[in-house]
Nanobody, 129 residues
Framework: QVQLVESGGGLVQAGGSLRLSCATS????????MAWFRQAPGQEREFVSA????????DYADSVKGRFTISGNSVDNTLYLRMDSLKPEDTAIYYC??????????????????????WGQGTQVTVSS
């Protein structure tokens, strides 16, 4: 049983920074990509960022581009999200997810959450104004 566990969320003032982590445990096999999604109260889940382990290509939602940085280690499927210049609209539960859908992504990692098979329980990020 694969488990993804996020950590690092919290309360921060606007303009501040946080670093989210996602650790993988359980059955060991390769993920094609990993991603961060978020869901604010009353809103749909949205893509934030992803990394393709095969070529290290990364992708970001326009709303976070230039402020967030995704990184990680494909050997143990550890994922990070460095979030700088946080805004109140970044407030949400942040989820990490793993993509094992065949065929593997070519070029950029996938943005469609439906293609991600494993999900963490989420970590709350709250940005005060």
């Amino acid at each position: 049983q694969v488990q993804l566990v996020e950590s690092g969320g919290g309360l921060v003032q606007a303009g501040g920074s946080l670093r989210l982590s996602c650790a993988t445990s359980g059955r060991s096999f390769s993920f094609y990509a990993m991603a961060w999604f978020r869901q604010a109260p009353g809103q749909e889940r949205e893509f934030v960022s992803a990394i393709n382990w095969g070529n290290r290509n990364t992708d970001y939602a326009d709303s976070v581009k230039g402020r967030f940085t995704i990184s990680g280690n494909s050997v143990d499927n550890t994922l990070y999200l460095r979030m700088d210049s946080l805004k109140p609209e970044d407030t949400a539960i942040y989820y990490c997810a793993a993509d094992i859908s065949y065929p593997p992504p070519v070029g950029l990692p996938r943005r469609d959450g439906a293609r991600y098979s494993y999900w963490g329980q989420g970590t709350q990020v709250t940005v005060s104004s």
